[in-house]
């Protein structure tokens, strides 16, 4: 049973306040919506009344309200004895689908690209001969780990086949490092923003993260992050150095040369997620960060570029590293499967007809959301990001939060901007995704109006200071 402490949940809960609802609606909101993004895991065991009061400096009569109107829909479970437990009924995993809400722009994610049926059938010609193998590939099948050097070769890190590894996606790949890299303990630098999921990883790892902050103008702070591995000195740091998630950033080649000598002067090992790194609208090629340190670890993954339900993603880093890796990997799982990475092989086979695709298709999206945006909400200054996968938009007057709670009403599901932080940070941004069609983007960004019209604007909170 996981039990978080008062303090922790006031961390998580950020800002919670709603200037439209008392006090404990707007409490009880604040909980389910950290319950539905997953920074609230399903079963945890909320603190006493008494305590959470005290940490958020409210009367122990607005938690049990909260607590209370939580109960009644269904939210959290109450057990004599025992105490208040999150629960998300009969699916673990919040899934907009489940509950009727058509538009989910919680993932940014886009349907298969064209050749990937084609992909999937050359892959079925070519398993043969694979059936009178073992197909416990736990490095991976040769000729992916082939293509896939071969894909770093061309970018200029040269790079052998031995020093891949192949993982079932990327999120699995993040996962293996923050396992073996970080202890329990250990400082992790990250990006702040930075994509959800590794922070999920990172937290599994329990170690601690240190944010180092992104903007989606300015860029990295790298005073700062060269501040954070010099004091901090981080075992790991997960950067995104391509269209970084969720602000479409990227790291200048000069920028990259100085943070890899940094992340080495103070031991830290860097991991460069370029997952997004193939969605290049207008930027032009940049080197690798691996280009700029052979300690830094590289992950990738074809669930951007091809389909997410692919689940082929790499590792690539030094041989004696890979080789760790795959030791430690066995214990979870022993291998990607062997017909998936076939059909990787035939996409690896097509990058270039696959990047022009997802190019033509994410411009088409881009324009639809600035516009729409710019009709709907004419006084947002509206980013227009190099490349990626979404907007990273100041939502000031609305919360986050509160914008989010509304559009699922209205038929939307959004994740807030706090789900790409720490400590409540971010409640006046908000990731909107572009990998949509135009005409359900049209639809997405109506129904956001009709959510922000639901809500009496108001200043915004100050962000809680970290505890
Ligand atoms: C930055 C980043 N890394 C990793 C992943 C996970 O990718 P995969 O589907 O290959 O596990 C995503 C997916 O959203 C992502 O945005």
Same mark, same amino acid.
């Given at each position: 049973m996981i039990a978080i402490t008062a303090r922790r949940l006031a961390s998580i809960l950020g800002?919670?306040?709603?200037?439209?609802?008392?006090a404990y609606a707007a409490l009880a909101d604040r909980v389910r919506l950290v319950s539905l993004d997953g920074r609230l895991a399903h079963g945890t065991r909320l603190p006493a009344e008494r305590d959470l009061a005290a940490a958020l400096r409210v009367s122990r009569t607005t938690v049990a309200s909260a607590y209370g109107r939580l109960r009644e829909v269904g939210a959290i479970e109450s057990r004599r004895g025992s105490g208040s437990f999150v629960s998300l009924g009969t699916r673990p995993s919040a899934d907009p689908a489940a509950d009727?809400? %058509?538009?989910?722009?919680t993932k940014a994610a886009m349907p298969a690209a064209l050749p990937v049926a084609a992909c999937y059938a050359a892959a079925a010609q070519r398993i043969g001969p694979e059936?009178?193998?073992?197909?416990?590939?736990i490095v991976g099948h040769p000729e992916l780990r082939e293509a896939i050097a071969a894909h770093f070769s061309r970018r200029g890190v040269a790079t052998d086949a031995d020093q891949i590894l192949v993982t079932s996606g990327a999120q699995h790949a993040i996962a293996l490092l923050a396992r073996l890299l970080a202890s329990p303990g250990d400082r992790a630098l990250i990006e702040h923003p930075t994509y959800p999921h590794a922070i999920d990883a990172i937290s599994s790892a329990r170690a601690r993260p240190v944010p180092v902050p992104v903007d989606p103008?300015?860029?990295?702070d790298l005073d700062e992050a060269e501040a954070a591995l010099r004091?901090?000195?981080?075992?790991v740091g997960y950067v995104m150095?391509?269209?970084?998630? %969720?602000?479409?950033a990227s790291l200048p080649d000069d920028a990259r040369a100085r943070l890899a000598r940094a992340a080495d002067r103070h031991g830290t090992v860097l991991i460069a997620d370029?997952?997004?790194?193939?969605?290049?609208?207008?930027r032009g090629p940049r080197q690798p960060l691996a280009a700029f340190s052979p300690s830094v670890v590289t992950v990738g993954g074809l669930g951007k570029l091809a389909?997410?339900?692919?689940?082929v993603g790499w590792i690539r880093a030094g041989r004696t590293f890979i080789a760790r890796l795959a030791q430690s990997r066995t214990s979870m799982d022993?291998?990607?499967?062997v017909f998936e990475q076939l059909v990787a092989v035939e996409l690896m086979a097509r990058e270039a007809d696959l990047v022009a695709e997802r190019r033509a298709r994410l411009s088409e999206g881009l324009a639809t959301m600035r516009s729409a945006l710019a009709e709907h909400f004419p006084a947002w200054t509206i980013p227009d990001p190099e490349?990626?996968?979404a907007l990273w938009i100041d939502?000031?007057?609305?919360?986050s939060s509160e914008l989010v709670l509304g559009a699922r009403d209205e038929g939307l599901a959004l994740t807030a901007g706090p789900r790409f932080g720490l400590?409540?940070?971010?409640?006046?941004r908000l990731r909107l995704p572009f990998t949509e069609s135009p005409a359900t983007i049209r639809d997405a960004v109506e129904a956001l109006r009709r959510s922000a019209d639901r809500h009496a604007s108001g200043p915004l909170p100050e962000p809680l200071v970290a505890v």
């Open positions: 800002p919670w306040r709603s200037s439209g609802s008392p009727g809400i %058509p538009l989910d722009f059936l009178a193998r073992s197909g416990y590939e103008d300015a860029g990295w004091d901090a000195a981080p075992t150095p391509d269209f970084q998630n %969720p602000t479409g370029e997952t997004t790194m193939w969605l290049d609208l207008r389909w997410g339900g692919l689940r022993l291998g990607t499967p490349g990626g996968l939502c000031a007057p609305w919360s400590h409540g940070a971010f409640e006046h």
